[in-house]
């Protein structure tokens, strides 16, 4: 049996990326994007980008629901390769926020939990503000996260789902470390055990440190950034305006100028 120990969005676990959120639904949470940026009147020809784009599933499927020039950026280069190796007609790119062109596109999205994959105030503070650098006047800043104040109320347990998927058959056992929730630190160990066709036996873990900040950090964050809040629901699909019982939340600004930083 081969066992491998990776942290965060590492080869192994880009691999298994798609197989491992099959529960989450992504046509219709695209279709859902899709609407939203309907609704903000964005031009079919006005640039899109997604920040923190992973295996790039959402982009990919909005790509064929707008024509719009649609760029996708991840810090994860396995994570990137899953998602050019799909062959779409989305700019893919790897590196950092500062390499691409400011003041370029009317409408950004982190989708997911990209948000709570920085730890500390101070970087999430510089994120939106490279953010807003990236955006037009007038254009439009939207992301999902985990609600702290529901994930406090319910903390966390262990959750094992088994996946099949072609041949394989594929378990994920995610183990909470919740010592330090009350400070918005949750640990995620994602054990995943992989039977291939066989019947070989390869596992690996990966470690997810993740941070909630509350709703006040956010909006403290994205005002210093330039930042004008439209409004905090639900995550996609539902955009819920009922929130307190949404574990994932999501919130659309608009850049109304430049940071204050
Ligand atoms: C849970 S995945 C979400 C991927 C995709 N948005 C989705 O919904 O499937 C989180 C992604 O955020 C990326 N990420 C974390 N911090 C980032 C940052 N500062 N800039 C860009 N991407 C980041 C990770 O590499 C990872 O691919």
Redesign the pocket.
Known sequence: MKKEMCED?SEAFARYYDIL?QHKDYALETSALNELVDSLKIDQSCPLID?????G??SIKLSRLRKNPISA????PP?LREAIAKRSRVIFFSGS?LDIDTSAFSFAYS????VN??TELAELSN?FLQVNRRLKLGGYYFFEFWNRAAVLEEPPVIVTRVIHSGREKVIRIAEPDISCLSDGILNLVYKIEITDVNGDLSQFESLHRLRLFDLADFQRCLRVAGFEINFCRGALPSLSENIRNERMLSILVKKTGEPLL
């Open positions: 969005y959120t920040i923190g784009c992973g295996t599933t959402h950026f991840d810090i994860s994570m926020l989708l997911y939990n990209v994959c920085i994120f």
